[in-house]
């Protein structure tokens, strides 16, 4: 709960900042009194002053609320479970591809329209063909 709350004030912060960034600057704009240009343009960077600090805060509380090792572990975690999926995924297509060889290839209709695709579409299996034969030795 309480790396949710962290994140979520984060989230809130970073989304007020960059609202009020992207709005004043058009008030700015648009106001034709030099003085108020002036007021709203030093009221915006106050605003960005506040927001660094803030932000560094919640970094300094990241650092320092004993959850670091936890959350390198949960990236890790994250990180393995990708990568096994894509290495399922990738080896699942592999199997399918590797019962096929070059010669036993159908060639896509547009073959036959383009000469260059005739060229680099075996070339592209025979690739692949030979990935998947050195992944699986």
């Excluded at 090792?69 to 399922?88: A, D, G, H, P, T």
Aim: proline fraction near 4%; glycine fraction near 2%; aromatic fraction near 10%.
């Amino acid at each position: 709960m309480y790396e949710e709350t962290r994140r979520q004030i984060a989230r809130d912060v970073n989304g007020l900042w960059y609202y009020i960034k992207s709005r004043l600057p058009k008030i700015i704009q648009d106001t034709p009194s030099e003085r108020h240009k002036s007021t709203l343009q030093i009221i915006l960077d106050d605003v960005a002053d506040r927001w660094r600090v803030i932000i560094r805060d919640l970094h300094v509380l990241t650092e320092n609320d004993g959850f670091r090792k936890w959350r390198e572990q949960e990236s890790q975690q994250l990180s393995n479970s990708i990568q096994n999926r894509f290495q399922v995924r990738l080896f699942a297509h592999s199997l399918s591809i590797s019962q096929y060889s070059v010669s036993s290839i159908q060639y896509p209709e547009s073959r036959t329209k383009n000469p260059v695709s005739s060229i680099y579409y075996p070339l592209s299996i025979s690739i692949v063909c030979m990935l998947v034969n050195l992944n699986t030795k």
